[in-house]
């Protein structure tokens, strides 16, 4: 497909956020829409995920949002007319110290004010409904939501199919076209360069994620959000056995669950990965992951590896993402900064950026989420990953 | 004629072969101690060891290298086990996996007739009304899936393993001859060489001076980094030049039912009847070259069995029987017949690109093959990896014949139809990594090893818009998670 020389809006990044902006742009009438696409559609973070809707989040403003973005997704397939395999799985945070449970009990009652379905278990209750625990390291118990899961893949069809569909050819997506540089001036934003043409334009979302600094680069703009690797493996499909999508934090990041085909996919993370743009597998990860996974759950010390992937994950700051037009450029628009909720947040978000660039005022939800609650002289996410909990302990700054 | 056991032969081993008796799905069984469990299961005529994923089709004994997973089952409590590498033991107890009653009279086996109905993509626009009933769907679709069962609440104890790292000049990956060579060759130079032979007890003595690590396996290239696991230990080695001798994998026909019982690679064929003493049928279709299929040739017709052929690949259209191979259709000189058959022996071989493929080096197509790229030395587009022996040019044999059914098999392990991979194509998702995704060909236990040339040739003769192998992933075999837990790290002194 030939790529057009102007257009009202250029998004760049063919992944979950730049489908969803497109597809949100388009339904308000915003004019010709093009998305860039370096690789195929999907190639970044949103293929390489695994797609959790979840909830249950431990502030009460990120589960207000989530359960705003989870409602996106349960309508999701009806509206776009293809089936994203939406299902509630349930979700597990495994707890394993004292302290975890205490801070839970106020997050439970949290969740049962908002109206989200989640529960407090016992050691006992939490073998029982996973029974995969046992014979590992004690359990101190464990919080149980009704969560749900997605195929990321099927939600990047159902936008891509639901695109095709426009009338008019108001929105084009070109995979395989790498952005090389940004025209600017005095009044903002005027041009896209590609390796494949010239776009001209008053409006450009970047919307790529774990590239965007290199992209806000591009255009002269400075965020303080970076990428930070991360990486999944799968096995080979077992029978159904696991009944929720488990993570833990102690001692470190590990989590796992099952497919609907009945693979395992799971991970364990490294708090002192390094900064940068970087997809690659390792060795490490595959040992580590072996290592804490086999500790809390033997049984699955008989499951097959047969792939393994990486991706990133674009961490802000506040580790929430970063949504909206910037004072450093007029007519630059950002979606990134997803610090690894892009799949959730990103399809309810984008309908709340459409909102926000078709009429020009920040509806009140997205406030939270606008590019310059930051200076430009911010300092960058450079600093290791702290303590999980850490990151929303009350009265912080950062609980958004 | 069905499968049965000969007579002990000269070409047996020394020891006197020990009876040992096990299960099969409940059933008695009796084998030699040490032969493979599928072999043994041959020996007495049970063909069917397990139903593939999707489709439940049956699937047997096919493979040498242990890599297609045809054989799979559930051996002593440890789910999904590649049971022609299993040893079989006194009171060894294996189950079938993923079938219902039986896998023999699998009643799954019927939604292989459906098939037509159920492309990789069924769900994409489908189950979403009435909307209550949404879970339910997935529900069932979740009661399809899985295949082998998780041992929870008795875990199987799997041997502790000590880290090692190793650094030399050269790792050869390989003990077959081109890599015996390589090693020796460098060896002579000066190099210190590292050698890893997946198979133990296989190779033939190399000179000395040459690190071998016999039986342990290359799972995974990390940046220039080669890791392997073997009985006791998990490896890490840095070399400064990597030569893969990895040998070939058997190349499956894209003809429909060849993935049916009684489809045998000729090496396969060839070691069960020499070494186990076991014939795995009476009247054999050799399809290849006849060159290649001489020694098969021999061996069977010395046993007593009916050889018909070789017919070239490309004269196979299609493999009969539902349960096992019962026929094939030739066509020659443009006549086709069929024959009454009860095996057909593979002599096609495809290049190893496992390694190769990690490594992130370039492969391309060359007489319906897909190799690596090498120049004149050997090297692969990234210069520290050579690639030596049969693993750089498989041996004969186009991945798709010219007008394939449609209907035939390209991806084995998720049962992608030809067909399936054109609709993608002309559905304008095209891109070799899209129909990776939508077809799920390329993502199961064998990664592509099976397919990867039928799955790049029917792109490129459908006319997709990009032809490129989609990115290989580590690990290069499946490995037991237990198998990537260390006790203990110990650097090399």
């Known amino acids: 497909m030939t790529l057009p020389t102007t257009a009202d809006v250029v998004i760049i990044g063919g992944g979950i956020a730049g489908l969803a902006a497109a597809r949100e742009l388009t339904a308000r009438g915003a004019g010709r829409i093009v998305v860039l696409e370096r690789d195929y559609p999907g190639a970044g973070a949103t293929g390489r995920n695994v797609a959790r ?3 249950m989040q431990l502030t009460e403003e990120l589960c207000r949002v989530a359960m705003a973005c989870q409602d996106k997704y349960e309508r999701m397939g009806g509206e776009l007319r293809s089936n994203v395999l939406f299902y509630r799985l349930g979700y597990a945070w495994i707890l394993y110290e004292p302290d975890e449970v205490e801070r839970m009990r106020d997050i439970v009652a949290m969740h049962a004010r908002l109206g989200i379905h989640s529960a407090l278990l016992s050691p006992q209750q939490t073998l029982e409904h996973l029974p995969v625990f046992e014979g590992g390291e004690p359990v101190a118990g464990s919080v149980l939501s009704d969560d749900a899961i997605v195929h990321h893949d099927a939600v990047v069809w159902a936008h891509l199919d639901h695109l095709a569909r426009a009338p008019g050819r108001q929105v084009t997506v070109h995979p395989h076209t790498t952005v090389t540089g940004i025209e600017r001036d005095d009044g903002g934003v005027r041009a896209v360069t590609t390796d494949r043409g010239h776009i001209e334009t008053p409006i450009v979302l970047n919307a790529t994620d774990g590239w965007s600094s290199q992209i806000n680069a591009m255009a002269g703009v400075r965020m303080p959000n970076r990428p930070r690797r991360r990486e999944v493996l799968v096995t080979a499909p077992i029978r159904r056995t696991i009944e929720a999508a488990v993570t833990f934090y102690r001692p470190s990041e590990g989590w796992f669950n099952q497919t609907l085909r009945g693979e395992v996919v799971m991970g364990a993370v490294d708090p002192d990965e390094p900064v940068g743009v970087d997809q690659r597998s390792s060795w490490a990860f595959l040992r580590r992951t072996a290592t804490l996974v086999t500790r809390k759950a033997p049984a699955l010390r008989d499951v097959t590896v047969i792939r393994q992937w990486g991706g990133m994950y674009d961490i802000s700051p506040d580790h929430l993402p970063i949504v909206g037009p910037t004072g450093q450029l007029d007519g630059w628009w950002q979606a990134v900064g997803w610090s690894g909720r892009g799949m959730l947040l990103a399809p309810y978000l984008m309908e709340l950026l459409a909102e926000h660039l078709v009429t020009d005022t920040a509806p009140p939800m997205l406030r939270q989420f606008l590019p310059d609650r930051f200076a430009p002289d911010d300092e960058d996410a450079g600093a290791r990953e702290a303590d999980y909990y850490a990151r929303y302990a009350a009265g912080s700054p950062q609980a958004g | 004629m069905v499968a049965r056991r000969l007579p002990e032969g000269t070409a047996s081993t020394a020891q006197p072969a020990r009876r040992v008796r096990f299960t099969f799905d ?79 009279r699998d009643l799954f086996g019927w939604l292989d007739l459906g098939s037509p109905a159920i492309p990789p993509t069924f769900y994409h626009h489908r189950f979403l009304r009435p909307r209550q009933l949404r879970k339910a769907y997935l529900d069932v679709i979740r009661g399809f899936g899985g295949r082998g069962r998780l041992p929870v609440g008795r875990p199987s104890s799997t041997p502790s393993r000590v880290a090692r790292e190793l650094e030399v000049d050269v790792l050869v990956v390989g003990g077959g001859r081109s890599g015996v060579a390589a090693g020796e060759e460098a060896a002579a130079g000066g190099a210190s060489v590292a050698l890893i032979e997946a198979v133990a007890g296989r190779m033939r003595p190399v000179r000395p001076g040459i690190r071998v690590l016999d039986g342990a396996v290359a799972v995974g290239w990390y940046e220039g980094v080669v890791t392997a696991i073997d009985e006791a230990t998990l490896w890490t080695i840095r070399a400064g030049m990597v030569v893969a001798a990895t040998g070939t994998y058997e190349r499956v026909p894209t003809v429909r039912g060849a993935d049916r019982p009684g489809v045998m690679g000729a090496r396969r064929v060839l070691d069960t009847i020499r070494h186990q003493r076991v014939l795995p049928g009476g009247r054999a279709l050799l399809v290849g070259d006849a060159s290649d299929l001489a020694e098969v040739s021999d061996a069977l017709t010395g046993e007593g069995a009916t050889v018909l052929g070789p017919v070239p690949t490309a004269a196979l259209r299609r493999v009969l029987g539902r349960r096992r191979v019962t026929g094939a259709v030739v066509e020659v000189d443009g006549s086709t017949r069929r024959e009454a058959v009860d095996l057909i022996v593979l002599g096609d071989r495809t290049p190893n690109l496992d390694l190769v493929r990690a490594a992130g080096a370039a492969v391309e197509e060359r007489d319906g093959q897909l190799v690596p790229v090498l120049d004149e030395a050997g090297r692969t ?113």
């Not at chain 2, 999707?54 to 999904?80: A, I, N």
């Not at chain 2, 559905?427 to 199961?444: H, M, N, Q, S, W």
């Open chain 1, 53 to 55: 809707i979840r909830r």
């Open chain 2, 26 to 104: 409940g059933r008695a069984f009796e084998g030699i101690e040490g032969e493979p469990l599928a072999v043994s299961l041959l020996a007495a005529d049970r063909l069917i060891l397990s139903r593939s994923f999707r489709f439940h089709r049956p699937r047997g004994l096919m493979c040498d290298t242990g890599q297609c997973g045809w054989c799979e089952c559930e051996v002593d409590g440890r789910p999904s086990v590649r049971s022609c590498q299993v040893p079989v033991h006194e009171g060894l107890a294996a189950r079938s996996e993923h079938a219902w009653p039986s896998v023999d």
């Open chain 2, 381 to 493: 587009t990234v210069p520290n990896v050579r690639v030596v022996g049969s693993a750089a040019r498989g041996r004969r044999g186009a991945a798709v014949p010219d007008g394939p059914d449609a209907r035939a098999l390209v991806c084995f392990c998720e049962d992608v139809h030809v067909d399936e991979l054109r609709a993608q194509v002309a559905d304008g998702y095209g891109d070799p990594e899209l129909v990776k995704r939508r077809t799920g060909a390329l993502t199961g236990p064998c990664q592509g090893k099976y397919c990867l040339a039928a799955f790049s040739a029917t792109l490129a003769a459908a006319g997709a818009p990009v032809v490129t192998a989609p990115t290989g992933r580590p690990p290069l075999r499946p490995i037991r998670l237990g198998d990537l837990v260390a006790s203990e790290e110990r650097p090399e002194p």
